[in-house]
């Protein structure tokens, strides 16, 4: 126990490890505000020891006095933020295949063998593009633009938007780096209403099913029955 002094304790308990959407955040009140520490760790037993022990540091210094409102005696292993809200911002950014593969653990139940074989096809143009980072996003759009047909150029835009979209709301983005970048994409419909459903031709499809099965992250893909 820690001894008695003249500095006022916070109560006990008031330092929490929490998960939110499978990554662990600290949750404390300190100066009258509420914070949050997006540590970036998922949540496994190992990572979940590692914040707790950050957890403890933190109760023992605003008990003692002693918390550091810099917060830089809580780094490396996370950056805090002071929000008067519940959304904890991310410390590091994640690539585009990161947060697509993430994604995809949260959209892909029960979706048909049609989508989960276009979320492949998605995975497939982003380990192609050489720009990785949300915050080239422009760059992405161009490299798309110059290496896609148009229609798919706006479809894999779109689906990157929907992907970020979903990670700011999960805390790992602030923002939807492709909000809206789909819509700048022009696509000439000059095909049958059957050639709009189904846009690959019998070749395109083969390519895209042998590209599958020559990478050993999304060979999976190949695999899946019409």
């Not at 520490?37 to 933190?58: D, Y």
């Not at 990670?167 to 923002?175: P, T, Y």
Request: glycine content about 6%.
């Amino acid at each position: 126990m820690y001894a008695k002094n003249s500095r006022r304790k916070a109560k006990a308990g008031s330092v929490q490890v929490s998960d939110r959407r499978g990554y662990l955040r600290i949750i404390f009140t300190h100066g009258g505000k509420r914070h949050f520490m997006a540590t970036g760790l998922p949540n496994t037993p190992l990572n979940r020891k590692l914040a707790q022990e950050t957890a403890f540091q933190i109760q023992r210094d605003i008990e003692y006095g002693e918390f550091d409102p810099t917060y830089q005696k809580y780094k490396p292993q996370s950056a805090l933020t002071t929000v008067d809200d519940a959304t904890p911002l991310p410390t590091a950014m994640p690539t585009l295949p990161d947060l697509w593969s993430q994604y995809l653990e949260v959209r892909k139940p029960g979706k048909s063998p049609s989508t989960v074989r276009m979320y492949g096809w998605v995975a497939n143009h982003l380990e192609r593009c050489p720009h990785k980072s949300p915050n080239d996003a422009q760059a992405v759009f161009d490299w798309l633009s110059g290496h896609v047909p148009a229609e798919s150029t706006q479809r894999v835009l779109t689906q990157l938007s929907a992907c970020c979209k979903w990670a700011r709301k999960s805390g790992l983005l602030d923002s939807n780096p492709f909000d809206g970048m789909a819509a700048e994409i022009i696509v000439k419909k000059t095909g049958t209403e059957e050639e709009e459903i189904n846009p690959f031709t019998q070749e395109e499809r083969d390519r895209i099913i042998a590209a599958f099965k020559e990478n050993r992250y999304y060979k999976y893909y190949a695999n899946t029955k019409l």
